[in-house]
């Protein structure tokens, strides 16, 4: 029998990976968790975006005339606020009720804004800017002064230098979902990686595979096998996303979220195999599942602090100097570079060089990887301390 050379064996081992993983029920039940978890994300946060941006408000005969001022108010700061007159009696009885979020009574010099609990800051807001502004259009009036003339004076007008993006929203949406994405395949299939080499450490499969080749090779080979899985359902969960968002009327640049998503599959291959690596790697050192876990939970640290300042971050301030160094560090570029690329923020040889950056950081840590994998996937028992993994002592 010829022996294998080492890209067949290599492919050999991807092959077995890849196709056991999508034949399996896993696979499929994965798949289907992950669509009803992000629709039911998204429904979710639609429903509070809904409820934090409406508000219905109680108004008495005495603070009917401030309608037009709160109406006007509540425009400007995004809240959709519906005026419901009643008396003061009743009106106190529905917003205990629940049926009013808020009532507003007295007169000038001793409005009163009640609550059931608590009332919400918005609508304070909006609520004292319209007195306020009422307060002083009366002023001025008193005094022979036109409003509207002296507002026309005050108008301050807003332009950037660089023309405002019509499309900035849905690259914000389109980075998120991004985001997500990398953070779920990436840590899952990563989490993955280890566990198949913990198994089959345990079960001794590892040294019926090692005799027929080599231990870079059966590495190299689970790590791919494992990443194309990834990569499929990365795929399959994109193309419904854009599908959705496309005919629901959400999108309407499908070619944006086609450039982001390609962005998301070239970051998501660097990410995997420098996390993938190390999982491996990890995973090695131990012969039972129990002890993996305190093993590898300093990994998830390095993808929930991208995460983390994506989502709470770059949406407000795309252009953070801490997010634009962090996007070209390793182990943290594959989910900050790709949102600040979607969001305008980062220049395509920006992409390029912190791609490059981070293909070097994957060569040195494959190769550390390997020599860890190497020297403590046959050993078993207690776990090999990574100094000597690296040793090979």
């Known amino acids: 029998m010829t022996p294998l050379t080492p890209a ?27 669509l009803v978890l992000f629709g039911g994300i998204g429904a979710f946060s639609a429903f509070v975006a809904d409820q934090s941006s409406s508000a219905t408000l109680g108004v008495t005969a005495e603070t009917a005339p401030l309608g037009e001022a709160l109406t006007a108010t509540a ?7 519906t005026l419901v007159p009643v008396e003061d009696g009743p009106g106190r009885e529905q917003v205990d009720a629940g049926d009013l979020d808020a009532l ?22 909006v609520v004292g800017t319209a007195v306020q502004q009422q307060v002083l259009t009366e002023a001025l009036a008193g005094a022979g002064v036109d409003p509207a003339a002296l507002a026309a004076r005050s108008d301050v007008a807003v332009a950037t230098i660089v023309p405002e993006d019509p499309n900035r929203g ?64 990365l795929v399959i969960l994109g193309a419904i996303a854009v599908a959705a968002a496309a005919v629901s009327g959400l999108l309407a640049v499908p070619a944006a979220a086609a450039g982001m998503f390609a962005m998301v599959v070239v970051w998501y291959l660097l990410g995997f195999f ?11 050192t131990v012969s039972r599942q129990e002890e993996l876990g305190t093993l590898v ?9 991208p995460f983390i300042m994506v989502v709470n971050l770059l949406p407000n ?12 560090v390793p182990f943290f570029s594959q989910t900050i570079m790709p949102a600040r690329y979607a969001l305008g923020a980062a220049p ?30 046959l050993r078993t028992g207690s776990r090999v301390g990574l100094v000597e993994a690296v040793r090979g002592s």
Not at 10 to 31: H, K, M, Y
Not at 359 to 375: C, D, M
């Open 274 to 284: 420098l996390f993938a690596a190390l999982y491996a790697a990890l995973g090695s």
């Open 317 to 328: 301030d795309p252009r953070n100097g801490l997010a634009a160094v962090l996007s070209f």
């Open 170 to 233: 849905q690259q914000l949406a389109v980075a998120l979902v991004g985001t997500a994405l990398l953070f779920f395949s990436v840590s899952g299939y990563g989490q993955l990686v280890a566990t198949g080499v913990v198994e089959e450490k345990q079960s001794r499969v590892v040294e019926l595979l090692l005799s027929t080749i080599k231990p870079w090779q059966l590495l190299s080979g689970k790590v791919l096998g494992l990443g194309a899985v990834g990569l499929l359902q």
């Open 104 to 125: 507003l009574t007295g007169s000038a010099g001793g409005y009163e804004l009640l609550g059931r609990d608590s009332v919400d800051a918005t609508v304070e807001s």
């Open 8 to 34: 067949q064996a290599v492919l050999l081992v991807a092959r077995r990976e890849f196709t056991t993983q999508v034949r399996s029920r896993s696979f499929a039940i994965g798949l289907i968790v992950t």
């Open 348 to 377: 395509l040889w920006e992409v390029g060089v912190s791609a490059l950056i981070a293909v070097v950081a994957i060569v040195v840590v494959v190769r550390l990887a390997g020599r860890v994998y190497a020297n403590s996937i």
């Open 297 to 305: 939970a300093p990994m998830i640290f390095l993808l929930l602090i």
């Open 75 to 81: 425009g400007t700061q995004g809240l959709d606020l």
